[in-house]
């Protein structure tokens, strides 16, 4: 969730939605995320919108506390219930992410997904996903989880080396995240994510090797993987600056990738979007599925974002303005944005093209259809998908993604 917030036109205070945005809801599945703000420490590339104990401390972050925040989240899902009126839909999918969401107590996110489940109800095959600190849980507090409703699980590994963590600032030990991936499965879950980042000022080939092989014997049945990207502001860029670690070029981020795929593959893990590999299909990540395919979802939580039929809004950034927004009865959302029919086109070849199975060529102008069939003989899109009418990319192309996106937009 990152820590700065668009410009747009004000919110309603009662967060009502124009009619258009609900037209054929029914066609569309319909998700939430739940921010959980707090973390113990910030780590030094963070740019999310977070915050430590230290940070809140004096500035009305008392009324957002952990011990009360699993209500304040209910209560913004109340508010979803009556914004979206009789919408017959129940949630596809559930994701709580922060942030550090196992900092709260089991019961409090076994809590945040009860009030979903009561006033929208959940789909029989609901995915329901939490991330988590390797070193915020343990077998009782992962057991909960899974007894409360919980499905899936995403763990912050990052790296197996400890110099690339340190550089990260990140607290757990080499192998817990590891353990975590036994423990949940011991749980009952049947999903599990390990998150790693590659590009880390410090690190070798030969540490990224060993992360992903770490990862891979695990067990999980995803794996994301990350290329680190300096945000301005954080305690990294600082770092950067002062010429204490080196930036990683962009070569290196490309032969980084090239490892993970080729690992990965190896391993039976099968890419579905750029940054994310499966061994099946059950295993995706359908949350963000959902997201990449311009689904609807409610974010509850501060700085949180929203998407529905159109119609995108994000809270406000700090925990005390969210709380008191609520607490007097108003929408806690900052601004909003109706986006017009093109602007919605440019989004989907955005998100789209970044799936395995890419998008429509229909969705291109004639200027982006001629970069395409360029894109093809460059070797960026796939040949055999271009002649059914689909641009997806090929390896090299999704080393390139963002350029190849840059030339179909127009």
């Not at 915020?136 to 963590?165: K, T, W």
Request: aromatic letters at 8%; charged letters at 25%; glycine letters at 10%.
């Amino acid at each position: 969730m990152p820590s700065v917030l668009p410009d747009g036109e004000p919110m309603p205070e009662d967060g009502a939605l124009p009619a258009s945005a609900l037209q054929g809801a029914e066609d569309r599945p319909l998700a939430f995320y739940l921010h959980v703000p707090y973390c113990a420490t910030r780590c030094g590339y963070c740019d999310f919108n977070t915050y430590t104990a230290t940070e809140l401390r004096g500035s009305g972050g008392v009324l957002a506390s952990r011990d009360n925040y699993a209500e304040m989240v209910a209560e913004e899902i109340r508010l979803a219930r009556k914004v979206l009126g009789d919408d017959p839909r129940q949630v596809r999918t559930v994701f709580v992410g922060g942030g550090t969401p196992t900092l709260l107590a089991a019961g409090d996110l076994v809590r945040m997904l009860d009030a979903v489940r009561n006033e929208f109800g959940l789909a029989d095959d609901a995915e329901i996903t939490t991330e988590a600190n390797p070193e915020s849980v343990d077998p009782e507090y992962l057991a909960q989880l899974r007894a409360g409703g919980f499905n899936r699980i995403s763990f912050g590994m990052q790296s197996a080396r400890q110099h690339v963590l340190k550089v990260l600032d990140r607290t757990h030990t080499p192998g817990r995240p590891e353990a975590c991936v036994a423990e949940a499965r011991e749980a009952g879950f049947a999903h599990v994510n390990l998150d790693l980042i590659y590009g880390t000022p410090g690190e070798s080939d030969d540490d990224w090797r060993a992360s992903l092989a770490a990862a891979v014997s695990a067990g999980p049945d995803h794996i994301s993987a990350y290329a680190l990207i300096v945000e301005e502001g954080t305690q990294l860029a600082r770092r950067i600056r002062r010429g204490e670690v080196s930036m990683t070029d962009d070569d290196v981020h490309a032969d980084r990738y090239l490892i993970a795929d080729s690992v990965l593959r190896e391993a039976g893990f099968d890419w579905y979007e750029v940054s994310n590999w499966a061994t099946t299909a059950a295993g995706r990540c359908l949350h963000n599925e959902l997201y990449w395919r311009g689904a609807d979802w409610w974010g509850a939580g501060p700085g949180a974002h929203s998407h529905v039929g159109g119609v995108r809004w994000w809270n406000v950034k700090h925990p005390g303005a969210y709380a008191a927004a609520l607490a007097e009865g108003r929408s806690p959302g900052a601004g909003r944005e109706l986006l017009p029919p093109e602007d919605r086109r440019v989004e989907r070849v955005l998100l789209e093209l970044r799936l395995r199975e890419g998008c429509e060529l229909s969705l291109l102008h004639p200027a982006g259809l001629a970069a395409a069939g360029r894109a093809v003989s460059d070797g960026l899109l796939e040949r055999g998908a271009y002649a059914e009418g689909r641009a997806v990319l090929t390896l090299r192309g999704r080393l390139l993604a963002d350029a190849v996106v840059r030339d179909l937009v127009d």
